[in-house]
């Protein structure tokens, strides 16, 4: 197969979604039609279970085993599937938004009776910023939710998104009798079994066809028509380039605990999908088909086992064709680097690749050379775009409580914020560090890590700011003038980019005020400041 064949049949994606809605489910199920694994449980057992407490030494435990659900690769009609892992829990949400940037896709999933959620929300405005294509999963269609109406015009509303449903539901709840496809005119009976993954199709000409009336009560089928015709006066029809763009998302209604509506949804996906395209760097487009190896590292797991000292870097392969053994060039630092045993990953087992194409993540073993970002390449200097760091909501300062083991506190925080579990910004003089957080748990995290791995203590002293705001300005005279006068505000990122600290929201309001040319960010990319 020549590298164009490869690069299309490949597809990778994430599943994103509020915990609870059935991510893990509808995962579980995904690789069970795949064939990559044969049981339900597999992937559940990985979870990284929901906490109510800062249960973080669970998390710990489990950090460990889900490093293997990381990427799950599987093949489907012929497509290589590539999922990408996204940790449900909302402490961590900060890796999910870096995954994203790794994906060409992604499916949502909402839960019928709950419908859009805080996190559904946050999720997919970053998949609106980087005009993501989105599939939505309207899941739990067994239980009694909201309407179908009110539900697309909650998603739209609320997500600002435009839906097309790809299939309708017939009734819900204890009176679901299945899915209706308005593309291909047939109806999927529901079967109320979690113990098959078989789905049942019946070929109707409309919904007015007889051979209806065996499978299906008079009411439901009459509801379904009206709401047919109703749903076709209101709704978009389907438009692949507004789905490509990120305008446009199919909607499929099943239940992913009872195999339903799952298997319509991964063909549809892996037909309409888009496959690996071009990605921007600062210096140029990457076009999939280049032949010199291009790719980024979007994630990395550290320290998986203390005695060693190893981290798993996951690489996304954008051009070229990796290969093992092969020399490459790591930008960053300017090093020629070859990969021994570069890991691809089936659900939950790991094995050595000899090769990878474009649309592949692959865990290299890295003793610490790299950092989040990096651009891997045959020898060209590139960085790629789109690697978002977003504003955090809890910054703390680093306090040393063991002053002799000062350099590896020093070493320790750098890392750990290289690895991406918290935002790290310096404040000079004084060489102040503050870590920036989504969630509580990070602090936890880190203090255990810093003192098991790397032998130092820390405390963490509340600050008095809820804000971090990245800041530039077409206006050099002005962007110095505001960083001298407040400076007691002002921190830098890993990049040494000036970062305004903001007590309140009325702060930072004033701040926008006074200095009308200066631009906040809410968000920074690895490479560059994002513009809001
Ligand atoms: P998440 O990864 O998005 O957090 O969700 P997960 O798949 O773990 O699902 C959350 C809960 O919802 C689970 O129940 C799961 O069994 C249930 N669920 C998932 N899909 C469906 C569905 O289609 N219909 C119904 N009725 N339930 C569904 P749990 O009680 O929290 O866990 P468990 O004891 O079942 O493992």
Known sequence: MNLQEEIKKRRIFAIISHPDAGKTTLTEKLLLYGGAINTAGAVKNNKIRKTTTSDFMEIEKQRGISV????????????????????????????????????????????????????????????????????????????????????????????????????????????????????KKEIQLYEGDKSTVSESVLRVNDVHDPLLKKHIEQDAID???????????????????????????????????????????????????????????????????????????????????????????FLRICSGK?????????????????????????????????????????????????????????????????????SPEILREVVNMDPFKTKQLDKGVRQLTDEGVAQLFVQQPGNKKIIGTVGELQFDVIKFRLEHEYGAKCGFHATPYIKACWITSDNKKE???????????????????????????????????????LRFHNASEVNKIVEE
């Open 68 to 183: 293997a659900t990381s990427v799950m690769a599987f093949d489907h009609n012929g497509y290589r599937v590539n999922i990408l892992d996204t940790p449900g829990h909302k402490d961590f949400a900060e890796d999910t938004y870096r995954t994203l940037s790794a994906v060409d896709s992604v499916i949502l999933v909402v839960d019928c009776v709950k419908g859009v959620e805080e996190q559904t929300r946050k999720l997919m405005e970053v998949c609106r910023m980087r005009h993501t294509p989105v599939m939505i999963f309207i899941n739990k269609m067994d239980r009694e939710g909201k309407d179908p109406f009110e539900l697309i015009d909650e998603i739209e509303k609320e997500l600002n998104i435009g839906v097309c449903p790809y299939t309708w539901p017939i009734g819900m709840g204890k009176k679901f009798k299945g899915v209706y496809n308005l593309f």
């Open 479 to 517: 962007l110095d003038n505001f960083i001298l006068r407040k400076s007691v505000a002002i921190t830098y990122d890993k990049d040494e980019n000036p970062v305004f600290l903001a007590e309140s929201e009325w702060v930072l309001k004033m701040a926008k005020e006074g200095f009308p040319s």
């Open 322 to 390: 990796f290969e093992r053994n092969k020399f490459y060039f790591h930008t960053r630092s300017g090093k020629k680097m070859r990969f021994s045993s570069p890991a691809s990953f089936m659900a939950n087992s790991k094995s050595i690749v000899e090769e990878a194409f474009p649309g592949d993540v692959i865990g290299l073993y890295d003793s610490g050379n790299f950092k989040i970002g990096d651009s891997v390449t045959e020898g060209e200097n590139l960085q790629f775009k789109g690697i978002p760091s977003f």
């Open 223 to 313: 509801k379904l028509a009206d709401e047919l015709e109703l749903a076709s006066e209101y709704f978009e029809s389907f438009n692949m380039s507004l789905y490509r763009e990120g305008y446009l998302a199919p909607m499929f209604f099943g239940s992913a605990l009872y195999n339903f509506g799952v298997l319509e949804l991964l063909n549809t996906f892996t037909e309409i999908a888009p496959c690996p395209g071009p990605i921007d760097t600062l210096q140029r487009t990457i076009q999939p088909d280049e032949e010199q190896l291009t790719g980024f590292i979007f994630k990395i797991h550290a320290n998986l086992d203390p005695n060693h000292r190893d981290r798993i870097a």
